[in-house]
């Protein structure tokens, strides 16, 4: 056997599978030197060292031998092919053992760097998981871990270690059990919108849609509250329920919606908990959902300095996960974004008028003068929205108290760069183009209240 493959049958021999020595042993190799000193010390000779030594190690291989072999051992793992980022989820370990010796097991589950895996305290080093099988029976162990990056990951080998119940020995083997799974976009705030769907449609009263004629259709009727329309009051239904009724519309369905979703190097920007790409898309699903939900076309562009996915127009709820299988595994790339590339892209696979609403930063953007022309041509046609994350250390230096030099030229400089920015965004809003930057956390709600003005309102 060669040095190279000694050192590998070494390596494998304590990583994939091997015999080591247990606690219990180290004590019983402690024990009988004992019991040999204290023969040693009555005048035992050297049968009583013996025999001692023989019966510690005839105890020893016994239960080497009894310790159930690999054959006698399955295992089966279970977990969702998709999970959300950031929440929790439970994996399922099934093991099976065939042999007649109660086992001890200590699991290892090799996941990817971007899961975190549960620390458990126990004897015979790190693990994910630990429990009892009994003999030629079953158990289930479960331990919880959740992703924390975006993407498509495999999942490979689980590591075992057990011992019996005398615990001398502790054997250690490996199982292949190829897995994938997807690590998809936080969802909470989503399910969110889709709760608060009618509130945010404004079909509950309080505020009064400003149709235009013929763009909305009748959706139910219900008892008058303030703040709806009395000349939508139904008097038949009043009569008949004894309070009065209200006739309820809703906007008229199959609009379309554009979303262009940002992956450039401006969204690696990190904020408080993500980065811009993240909350960019978490905002880009609820919008989709929403819109979805009321029937509505919804397609998906994410880009940068090329075009990275285009998920056509859809306009049933089933459209959302076909979206969500598109892009979920995206990040952010190094590469500068490049807009006229993408709304020229849009205009040829987007034939008829629609909502864009396109999540980036705003400083390249409004730092670009070609495109200002090339926009306002766009809006003859569609309605044009651009949604930004405010960046928090610029609005954090621009309103601190400045106490050496140093700081109040820093808090100047913050300062003249937002001035400059809000002097460009009215400049842009002065020709009927939507341009906002709001906090990270309100980034979904104002992308949904702009969806709903431009449906409510009958701009499009």
Same mark, same amino acid.
């Given at each position: ?141 479960? !331990? ?8 498509? !990951? ?37 399910? #969110? ?12 009263? #309080? ?6 004629? #013929? ?81 509505? !076309? ?29 892009? !979920? ?132």
């Amino acid at each position: 056997m060669s040095k190279s493959s000694m050192i590998s049958w070494l390596r494998s021999l304590f990583r994939d599978k091997g015999v080591l020595p247990g606690v219990n042993l180290i004590i019983g190799i402690l024990l009988v030197g004992l019991l040999a000193w204290i023969g040693a010390s009555l005048g035992g000779g050297v049968w009583f060292f013996g025999a001692i030594l023989g019966l510690g190690l005839a105890l020893s291989l016994l239960d080497l031998v009894r310790l159930t072999s690999r054959r006698d051992l399955s295992c089966r793992r279970f977990v969702g092919s998709s999970q959300e980022r950031g929440r929790e989820f439970a994996v399922e370990l099934e093991f099976v053992n065939r042999g007649r010796v109660p086992l001890h097991m200590n699991l290892i589950d090799e996941l990817p760097p971007v899961f975190v895996r549960p620390p458990i305290d126990h004897p015979y080093g790190w693990a994910v998981a630990k429990g009892l099988i009994c003999p030629v029976g079953e158990s289930r162990f479960v !331990y919880q871990t959740c992703g924390t990056i975006r993407g498509d !990951y495999a999942l490979d080998r689980l590591y075992v270690r057990y011992r019996s119940g005398v615990g001398l020995w502790v054997k250690q083997m490996s199982f292949d059990m190829p897995d994938r799974i997807k690590v998809t976009p936080d969802l909470s705030g989503v399910r #969110g919108s889709l709760a608060r769907a009618q509130k945010l449609l404004m079909l509950q009263g #309080g505020v009064v849609k400003r149709n235009v004629s #013929g763009d909305s259709e009748f959706s139910q009727v219900r008892a008058y509250v303030v703040g709806d329309d009395p000349r939508r009051i139904n008097w038949r239904q009043t009569a008949k329920m004894n309070e009065l009724m209200s006739n309820v519309y809703q906007p008229e369905h199959g609009k379309y919606i554009s979303i262009l979703v940002d992956c450039g190097r401006v969204m690696g920007v990190e904020l408080t908990e993500v980065n811009r790409l993240e909350k960019a898309m978490e905002a880009a699903l609820s919008v989709a959902a929403l819109a979805l939900r009321q029937g509505d !076309y919804v397609s998906v562009t994410v880009f940068s300095n090329l075009i990275r996915a285009h998920i056509p127009s859809g306009n049933s709820l089933g459209h959302l996960r076909t979206i969500l299988d598109g892009v !979920y595994g995206i990040q952010n790339d190094t590469q500068e974004s490049n807009y006229s590339h993408v709304l020229s892209y849009l205009e040829s696979v987007q034939k008829r008028q629609s909502l864009i609403l396109m999540f980036s930063d705003l400083t390249p953007f409004l730092l670009q003068d070609d495109l200002l022309s090339y926009v306002q041509g766009m809006r003859r046609r569609h309605l044009f929205a651009l949604l930004g994350v405010q960046d928090p250390m610029e609005l954090r230096w621009s309103q601190s108290v400045p106490n050496t030099v140093q700081e109040a030229m820093l808090k100047s400089a913050a300062q003249k760069i937002r001035l400059d920015k809000q002097e460009r965004i009215r400049q842009w809003s002065s020709l009927g183009l939507h341009l906002l930057e709001v906090e990270e956390e309100h980034l979904a709600g104002v992308a949904v209240d702009s969806y709903v003005q431009a449906i409510n309102r009958g701009m499009l």
